[in-house]
């Protein structure tokens, strides 16, 4: 396939565009990392709307959170990147758990599973990831770039599950379209809302591995200790309690929050 650029239009309500501007979406068939693909762009062009996705069939050099390697070979997986704007947005903690959703909400659909999200920014069926989430603040107030790599195939890496195992047949085409039509309908929800969570909060709790499961934590200072999820906290921290304390984990102090897999979801 060859690079493919086409127009959705994309007002302010449902981005945080303009409603006068129209977010470009490009398919590239490699690119080093779809987030610094966008972001190379931004630089270039800071006028670029909230919408404004890359798509590529491979990545070379694909990264997760703090990071990490993440394989991205051409036909494993879709891996994109979306520009957001969340003005006056005081609680931007919520941007991964909520695109998290939206990923949910969509891979549930097409494969007539239980996917679950993992907190901070995984995807699961059962055990095995399915798809995960990197957000990269820009040097704006409240604009980021959203990345989202979705696993087609278990051959991405070991414990990986991809979507093509568990659903039928779904166009890379479509599944972009209902990706980024959740992410921007959930958007539009959280700023209708005033950024207060709500509702959503109280379905990322219901769809959440983390919660009601032994979780082990390894902070960045070298800490590793464990407990129970047991909730979110007013910023989309996870809360777990460990043995009689009640501790909050912040995504941005924690290097592993992993279910033990003894433990699930509110066994």
Same mark, same amino acid.
């Given at each position: 396939?060859?690079?493919?650029?086409? *127009?959705?239009?994309?007002?302010?309500?449902?981005?945080?565009?303009?409603?006068?501007?129209?977010?470009?979406?490009?398919?590239?068939?490699?690119?080093?990392?779809?987030?610094?693909?966008? +972001?190379?762009?931004?630089? *270039?062009?800071?006028?670029?709307?909230?919408?404004?996705?890359?798509?590529?069939?491979?990545?070379?050099?694909? +990264?997760?959170?703090?990071?990490? !390697?993440?394989?991205?070979?051409?036909?494993?997986? *879709?891996?994109?990147?979306?520009?957001?704007?969340?003005?006056?947005?005081?609680?931007?903690?919520?941007?991964?758990?909520?695109?998290?959703?939206?990923?949910?909400?969509?891979?549930?659909?097409?494969?007539?599973?239980?996917?679950?999200?993992?907190?901070?920014?995984?995807?699961?069926?059962? !055990?095995?990831?399915?798809?995960?989430?990197?957000?990269?603040?820009?040097?704006?107030?409240?604009?980021?770039?959203?990345?989202?790599?979705?696993?087609?195939?278990?051959?991405?890496?070991?414990?990986?599950?991809?979507?093509?195992?568990?659903?039928?047949?779904?166009?890379?085409?479509?599944?972009?379209?209902?990706?980024?039509?959740?992410?921007?309908?959930?958007?539009?929800?959280?700023?209708?809302?005033?950024?207060?969570?709500? !509702?959503?909060?109280?379905?990322?709790?219901?769809?959440?591995?983390?919660?009601?499961?032994?979780?082990?934590?390894?902070?960045?200072?070298?800490?590793?200790?464990?407990?129970?999820?047991?909730?979110?906290?007013?910023?989309?921290?996870?809360?777990?309690?460990?043995?009689?304390?009640? +501790?909050?984990?912040?995504?941005? !102090?924690?290097?592993?929050?992993?279910?033990?897999?003894?433990?699930?979801?509110?066994?």
């Amino acid at each position: 396939m060859n690079a493919l650029a086409y *127009l959705i239009g994309v007002g302010y309500d449902e981005f945080g565009a303009d409603a006068s501007s129209a977010a470009e979406i490009t398919w590239l068939e490699t690119c080093d990392s779809t987030n610094s693909e966008l +972001r190379r762009r931004i630089e *270039l062009d800071p006028t670029l709307p909230a919408g404004t996705t890359i798509v590529a069939a491979e990545q070379t050099a694909g +990264r997760g959170r703090l990071g990490r !390697d993440w394989a991205s070979s051409p036909g494993d997986g *879709l891996w994109m990147s979306t520009l957001v704007n969340l003005p006056g947005c005081r609680a931007t903690s919520w941007l991964p758990l909520l695109v998290g959703l939206a990923v949910q909400r969509v891979t549930s659909e097409i494969a007539q599973r239980q996917i679950l999200v993992k907190w901070p920014n995984d995807v699961l069926f059962e !055990d095995r990831k399915l798809a995960g989430i990197l957000v990269e603040a820009l040097p704006y107030d409240n604009v980021f770039i959203v990345g989202i790599g979705i696993n087609l195939t278990s051959t991405v890496y070991p414990g990986a599950i991809g979507l093509q195992e568990l659903a039928r047949e779904s166009t890379r085409e479509q599944l972009i379209e209902q990706v980024m039509g959740q992410v921007r309908v959930l958007i539009d929800q959280w700023q209708s809302q005033l950024w207060a969570p709500g !509702d959503l909060a109280q379905e990322y709790v219901a769809a959440c591995a983390s919660i009601g499961a032994q979780v082990s934590v390894t902070e960045s200072s070298g800490e590793v200790w464990s407990g129970v999820g047991v909730g979110l906290d007013a910023a989309g921290h996870l809360m777990v309690k460990a043995d009689t304390d009640l +501790r909050t984990v912040i995504a941005a !102090d924690v290097v592993h929050a992993t279910i033990d897999p003894c433990t699930p979801k509110n066994s």
